[in-house]
């Protein structure tokens, strides 16, 4: 296990009002929807993974924006010891092509409005992300 944060990228995808969702199938937050994204590799900017990982894991291809907003996400086990720690930044994308299809690490994908994210079991931060997205479109 690494003792230092890991840098991540997330794709904030919108198109005619809707999100690009993914359901993780994978720990930290499996089962649970957000949007697309992972790390951010060695010589790749946080645009660029942002690009990338809404590819790998939705079949869908943007142009990103702008970054939207940075955060942090910290799991911790049972007896409090941090077993995750991402520093994140949330990248808006728009434009998109092709067709969402569950990939790599995502178990299920879908279009979403802000009412609906508001109902669905979401990593953290998520609503409050595209609600800034849509303040800035």
Do not use: Y
């Not at 790390?39 to 970054?67: D, K, N, S």
């Not at 067709?99 to 409005?113: L, N």
């Amino acid at each position: 296990m690494t003792t230092r944060p890991k840098l991540g990228a997330l794709a904030v995808c919108h198109d005619a009002g809707r999100f690009l969702l993914v359901q993780r199938s994978k720990a930290p937050d499996a089962g649970f929807w957000g949007f697309p994204g992972g790390h951010v590799e060695w010589g790749e900017t946080v645009m660029m993974a942002a690009t990338r990982e809404l590819h790998e894991e939705t079949g869908i291809t943007a142009t990103p924006q702008r970054i939207l907003d940075w955060g942090e996400a910290l799991t911790r086990d049972t007896a409090g010891q941090v077993t995750h720690h991402f520093v994140l930044a949330a990248v808006l994308l728009d434009d998109p092509h092709g067709t969402a299809i569950a990939a790599d690490d995502a178990c299920a994908v879908k279009w979403a409005t802000l009412a609906e994210i508001d109902t669905l079991q979401t990593s953290a931060r998520v609503a409050q992300v595209a609600r800034r997205a849509l303040s800035r479109l």
